[in-house]
């Protein structure tokens, strides 16, 4: 599997992706909204886009569609209860189903609902695993709920199956959020070295070649993972003191999607 993670120097900060096939020069389209730089990637590299997969059904993960479309005639992939929202899809997607690009590469959907009700992440079948996370997962942070999420649904999906997650899956998110994200775990865990760390090496870092993270360092530097951290409870206690001294996972996550949204 070859994954080039396409940097799209907009305001809203998007990645898309090219994942190929190496032997057939196969190539699937993550959320390319940028379709004319997916597009010229994909022929630098020799690659036929033949599919496209929307991780959501938000204008700026489905915004290049049509032009991918009408480029190559590729095959439109979502969740399985989107296809209200998003035009022309051709195949709905639910949890456990493959996805397969050229005759080696094979990603297993996840259903994700929270930041939407209708995401879905792609789990590669590798030696090292890959998740493509759309924006439910971050470096450092996780997806808002405002447009069609719900954050308990959210907390879920951490709980339940990112958190299940090997340690070396490799990170590839929708955004580049890393330096406001590290910010914020800082704000709510300031004796986090890590993330102290991270913020310090990767200030100034150019999107167009970011940091590529594991989920073993997410769990130390992203905040929405570090819900038992004596740090990060004692402080959100001073907040919101109804929470007590022995808040319960789900409590705490909630009331830091509630303060990262006005932060």
Known sequence: MIVEQVWTGNSYRNFNYLVACPETGE???????????????????????????NTHEHADHIGGNKGVVKATGAKIIAHR????????????????????????????????????MCHVC???????????????????????????????????????????????????????????????????????AAAQTMLGQYRNQDPADALITTLAQEREINTFFRLESPSVIAKLAEEFPEIGDNPDPKAVFLKLRELRNSW
Not at 104 to 115: Q, R
Not at 160 to 188: M, S, V
Request: aromatic share 6%.
């Open 27 to 53: 190539a699937l389209a993550i959320d390319p909204l940028d379709f004319a730089k997916c597009l010229s990637v994909a022929d630098a590299r020799g690659w036929t886009i033949t599919q496209i997969l």
């Open 81 to 116: 209860d989107a296809g209200k929202r998003i035009p022309n899809m051709d195949r709905g997607v639910g949890a456990g189903d493959i996805i397969k690009v050229g005759r080696t590469v094979e990603l297993e959907c996840l259903d994700t609902p929270g930041h939407t």
């Open 122 to 192: 792609l789990l590669s079948h590798t030696d090292q695993p890959a998740l493509f996370s759309g924006d439910t997962l971050f470096n450092a942070g996780a997806g808002n709920c405002h447009n069609g999420g719900h954050p308990e649904e959210l907390y879920e999906t951490f709980s339940q199956q990112l958190e299940q997650l090997g340690e070396d899956t490799l990170l590839y998110p929708g955004h580049d959020y890393l330096i406001n994200n590290l910010a914020f775990t800082l704000d709510r865990e300031p004796d986090n």
